[in-house]
């Protein structure tokens, strides 16, 4: 059997902030080999990733997370080491305590508990990466392409991401928006601003395109998600002084978006408006945009209810089924299975003193172990 609390506590004092794995892929994969999962480390750049497989038959449910963690910031601002994973007055603090070891842990003490009683008729898997916190770039993305490409059979996946909002599985994810990044340059003519016929001054332009994009109404929601949103994350036009029209400036806008839209089409409409509002004044511009996720949903049927119900066996309450907040590692696992996202109460992640009570990790334990028990029993 595994103790999930203990799990957690050695995984914390692991200090695996990305890319660093600091030994936590091995005690991990240590435990699950442990219970019979055939390990297989697949790593990618300087990224250890794993996954594990109980079983061979279908249907197989997956458990997905990151052992990779944020900086803790200010050390000294913290009243527990953050590496040390001290439990204070039955909390347990440490980076990476809700964000999110603790539900790797707890599922992987589920998934002990079933197996001893036999409950899994089909397959268990995890699929964990040390690139979540980071630009997501050798982690799961290339793991899921990896399986997909052997065929390998997932047939549904839960996600261990701090989902609770305010109190024990309040919430289950059951999509998210989409991402995307632009970064605008407006190259003009440098100048005397007292000569401005001899420049060609960027920042007017620059200034015109985002208000135009900021001004835009992307659309009115969709059902499920809010209305997409655009938001200016930076300007800049260094100019060395108060007298000189500088030579180029530069803005970045990220837009959060709903499945009204995709990547691309938001892509085309930003470099359409800022061609059109270049044209005609001697500055050019250039547009360099990142689409780090699509928005997707995972429609509401016999999946979500199972879920939602097991959550109902332990807390007692129905859970809301979102699609709020950021982006996670959801966005690449969607193309291999429907997905959702369960775990721990998210208020401190990435915050100074993470922690969670004890008793918080042992419920989800439970939660997680009711999901597998209703998963394998309806077949």
Not at 90 to 102: E, F, H, Q, T
């Given at each position: 059997?595994?103790?999930?609390?203990?799990?957690?506590?050695?995984?914390?004092?692991?200090?695996?902030?990305?890319?660093?794995?600091?030994?936590?892929?091995?005690?991990?994969?240590?435990?699950?080999?442990?219970?019979?999962?055939?390990?297989?480390?697949?790593?990618?750049?300087?990224?250890?990733?794993?996954?594990?497989?109980?079983?061979?038959?279908?249907?197989?449910?997956?458990?997905?997370?990151?052992?990779?963690?944020?900086?803790?910031?200010?050390?000294?601002?913290?009243?527990?080491?953050?590496?040390?994973?001290?439990?204070?007055?039955?909390?347990?603090?440490?980076?990476?305590?809700?964000?999110?070891?603790?539900?790797?842990?707890?599922?992987a003490a589920?998934?002990?508990?079933?197996i001893a009683?036999?409950?899994?008729?089909?397959?268990?898997?995890?699929?964990?990466?040390?690139?979540?916190?980071?630009v997501a770039?050798?982690?799961?993305?290339?793991?899921?392409?990896?399986?997909?490409?052997?065929?390998?059979?997932?047939?549904?996946?839960?996600?261990?991401?701090?989902?609770?909002?305010?109190?024990?599985?309040?919430?289950?994810?059951?999509?998210?928006?989409?991402?995307?990044?632009?970064?605008?340059?407006?190259?003009?003519?440098?100048?005397?601003?007292?000569?401005?016929?001899?420049?060609?001054?960027?920042?007017?332009?620059?200034?015109?395109?985002?208000?135009?994009?900021?001004?835009?109404?992307?659309?009115?929601?969709?059902?499920?998600?809010?209305?997409?949103?655009?938001?200016?994350?930076?300007?800049?036009?260094?100019?060395?002084?108060?007298?000189?029209?500088?030579?180029?400036?530069?803005?970045?806008?990220?837009?959060?978006?709903?499945?009204?839209?995709?990547?691309?089409?938001?892509?085309?409409?930003?470099?359409?408006?800022?061609?059109?509002?270049?044209?005609?004044?001697?500055?050019?511009?250039?547009?360099?945009?990142?689409?780090?996720?699509?928005?997707?949903?995972?429609?509401?049927?016999?999946?979500?209810?199972?879920?939602?119900?097991?959550?109902?066996?332990?807390?007692?309450?129905?859970?809301?089924?979102?699609?709020?907040?950021?982006?996670?590692?959801?966005?690449?696992?969607?193309?291999?299975?429907?997905?959702?996202?369960?775990?721990?109460?998210?208020?401190?992640?990435?915050?100074?003193?993470?922690?969670?009570?004890?008793?918080?990790?042992?419920?989800?334990?439970?939660?997680?172990?009711?999901?597998?028990?209703?998963?394998?029993?309806?077949?």
């Amino acid at each position: 059997m595994v103790d999930a609390v203990e799990l957690t506590r050695d995984l914390i004092r692991r200090a695996s902030v990305t890319p660093v794995d600091a030994g936590a892929m091995d005690v991990l994969e240590k435990t699950l080999a442990g219970l019979g999962f055939a390990c297989r480390r697949m790593k990618f750049g300087e990224i250890e990733n794993l996954y594990a497989r109980y079983g061979t038959e279908r249907p197989n449910l997956c458990f997905a997370g990151h052992t990779d963690v944020v900086p803790v910031g200010d050390g000294a601002a913290w009243t527990q080491d953050p590496f040390a994973a001290e439990v204070v007055d039955g909390m347990l603090i440490g980076r990476g305590a809700v964000d999110m070891k603790g539900s790797i842990a707890a599922f992987a003490a589920a998934a002990a508990e079933a197996i001893a009683a036999g409950t899994v008729t089909g397959s268990l898997s995890f699929l964990i990466t040390g690139d979540e916190e980071g630009v997501a770039t050798h982690g799961t993305k290339p793991v899921v392409d990896a399986l997909m490409a052997e065929g390998e059979a997932v047939d549904h996946c839960i996600v261990g991401e701090p989902t609770a909002a305010e109190t024990f599985c309040d919430m289950i994810k059951v999509g998210r928006r989409g991402s995307v990044n632009a970064e605008i340059t407006v190259k003009g003519i440098q100048g005397h601003v007292a000569y401005p016929q001899r420049a060609a001054n960027p920042l007017p332009v620059l200034v015109a395109i985002l208000s135009r994009l900021a001004t835009h109404r992307l659309d009115g929601g969709y059902a499920e998600f809010q209305p997409s949103n655009l938001e200016i994350t930076g300007v800049s036009a260094p100019a060395g002084a108060t007298n000189v029209i500088p030579a180029s400036a530069w803005g970045r806008l990220n837009i959060r978006f709903n499945p009204n839209h995709t990547g691309a089409s938001l892509v085309a409409w930003i470099k359409t408006v800022a061609a059109e509002t270049a044209r005609g004044t001697r500055c050019e511009v250039e547009v360099k945009p990142d689409i780090s996720g699509e928005a997707f949903l995972t429609e509401r049927g016999p999946f979500t209810e199972l879920v939602a119900a097991a959550v109902k066996d332990v807390a007692g309450t129905e859970p809301e089924l979102s699609t709020t907040g950021g982006t996670s590692d959801a966005r690449f696992i969607r193309a291999l299975c429907p997905v959702l996202e369960l775990g721990l109460v998210g208020t401190t992640m990435h915050a100074v003193d993470e922690r969670v009570p004890v008793a918080e990790i042992v419920r989800l334990q439970a939660v997680y172990g009711r999901v597998i028990a209703r998963y394998f029993a309806a077949g």
